[in-house]
């Protein structure tokens, strides 16, 4: 199911899908949320800047943000990095808290405010 889910919003986040069309396949993928308009809304010109490469630091524009916690939060990535931490990397190179980011096609983990592969 989760990689139905994934799908789906890779379909949202590459502007193949609108938000209506993705919030009923959630709602059929019974996902158990859904994106709101206005918070996790990814607008026609935010999708229009954004821009992704081979590398998670060609990644530019607008994504969501899955904390694991039901919802997806709207994130801006400036150069493969968030505006601000969304976990802490300890010295082992893991994190307090498993984070990820949808942005276009790609999906990347999230390590303080840098994206990284999966």
Same mark, same amino acid.
């Given at each position: #199911?989760? /990689?139905d889910i994934t799908d789906i919003l890779f379909k949202y986040t590459t502007g193949e899908a609108t938000l209506e069309e993705t919030n009923d396949a959630l709602k059929e993928a019974e996902a158990g949320f859904n994106l709101e308009p $206005?918070? /996790?809304e990814i607008?026609?010109?935010e999708m229009a800047l954004t821009t992704v490469g081979d590398t998670p630091e060609e990644a530019n524009g607008f994504g969501l943000l899955d904390? $694991?916690?039901g919802s997806m939060e709207k994130v801006h990535v400036t150069n493969g990095k968030l505006?601000?931490?969304i976990n802490q990397? /300890?010295?082992d190179g893991t994190t307090n #808290?498993?984070?990820f980011v949808i942005i276009g096609p790609n999906r990347y983990e999230v390590k303080g405010d840098t994206l990284t592969d999966c």
């Amino acid at each position: #199911m989760k /990689n139905d889910i994934t799908d789906i919003l890779f379909k949202y986040t590459t502007g193949e899908a609108t938000l209506e069309e993705t919030n009923d396949a959630l709602k059929e993928a019974e996902a158990g949320f859904n994106l709101e308009p $206005g918070r /996790n809304e990814i607008t026609p010109d935010e999708m229009a800047l954004t821009t992704v490469g081979d590398t998670p630091e060609e990644a530019n524009g607008f994504g969501l943000l899955d904390t $694991g916690t039901g919802s997806m939060e709207k994130v801006h990535v400036t150069n493969g990095k968030l505006d601000e931490a969304i976990n802490q990397v /300890n010295h082992d190179g893991t994190t307090n #808290m498993l984070a990820f980011v949808i942005i276009g096609p790609n999906r990347y983990e999230v390590k303080g405010d840098t994206l990284t592969d999966c």
